[in-house]
């Protein structure tokens, strides 16, 4: 069975404050695929980024940045110098390499960003 | 807007009415899922289809929810005999996935959401 999950419930920093966002997953699966995805009040999730197993090079998006490790099974989520609009609520989230696109979120991580 | 669109947003009902939410997907996408939110709770899978065709259903989908995708543009989600247990947020995604693995990003597009709340 594929398990995700974010220990943090609640984070809540001042702006321009580094912020890192906890993942840990579990999987059979021997390939697979990570994502994070962005839930502002609005409601609709928005897409962030996707990570394939075989791919443990960490990636940086602007202010965010992304650290893949799979000895520890983690998949963390940076963001430098936070905004006020950063302010969400952010899941992590699993897939199967060859299967359905359904993917197992963890509960999310609802951030706070202060000015 | 080229969005994906659910409809109606909001829908208050009483135990045991049925009700039907309708999500418009991107038009060129050929997969389409349903999620289910509750408070405090990540998404959870529900079922998906490609083009018309309803390839998986969760064991969450019970026999009162049914969900459709004619012809395989939109979907409908029913969900007959409402329980109060089934008030949540329900989630529209759509994805474009082609035969060359290599080319599918694995991105779903969300919709807004469906909020269902059973009195």
């Known amino acids: 069975a594929q398990k995700v999950t974010q220990a943090q419930t609640e984070i809540s920093v001042v702006e321009k404050e580094d912020v890192t966002l906890d993942c840990v997953y579990e999987?059979?699966?021997?390939?697979?695929?990570l994502f994070w995805y962005k839930q502002p009040p609005s409601g609709e999730l928005v897409f962030l980024i996707r990570?394939?197993?075989?791919?443990?090079q960490n990636e940086i998006s602007g202010r965010y940045s992304w650290n893949f490790q799979k000895s520890t099974s983690s998949f963390n989520f940076t963001i430098t110098a936070s905004q006020v609009v950063d302010s969400a609520v952010y899941f992590c989230?699993?897939?199967?390499?060859?299967?359905?696109?359904?993917?197992?979120f963890g509960k999310g991580t609802k951030l706070t960003v202060n000015p | 807007d080229t969005g994906v669109s659910q409809n109606p947003r909001h829908k208050i009902t009483k135990r045991g009415q049925n009700v039907t939410f309708r999500c418009d997907p991107i038009?060129?996408?050929?997969?389409l899922y349903w999620y289910r939110q509750t408070l405090g709770q990540g998404p959870e899978f529900l079922t998906y289809?490609?083009?018309?065709?309803?390839?998986?259903k969760s064991r969450l989908l019970s026999d009162r929810f049914s969900a459709e995708r004619p012809k395989g543009s939109f979907s409908t989600l029913e969900i007959q005999r409402t329980e109060q247990g089934d008030s949540a947020m329900y989630l529209c995604?759509?994805?474009?996935?082609?035969?060359?693995?290599?080319?599918?990003?694995?991105?779903?597009?969300f919709g807004e959401g469906s909020r269902l709340t059973v009195l």
């Open positions: 995604a759509s994805s474009l996935v082609v035969w060359d693995r290599s080319s599918n990003t694995g991105e779903l597009f």
């Open positions: 999987t059979r699966d021997t390939t697979y695929y």
């Open positions: 990570r394939n197993s075989f791919d443990e």
């Open positions: 989230a699993l897939t199967r390499f060859r299967g359905s696109e359904k993917l197992v």
């Open positions: 038009s060129e996408h050929n997969r």
């Open positions: 289809f490609q083009n018309e065709a309803q390839l998986e």
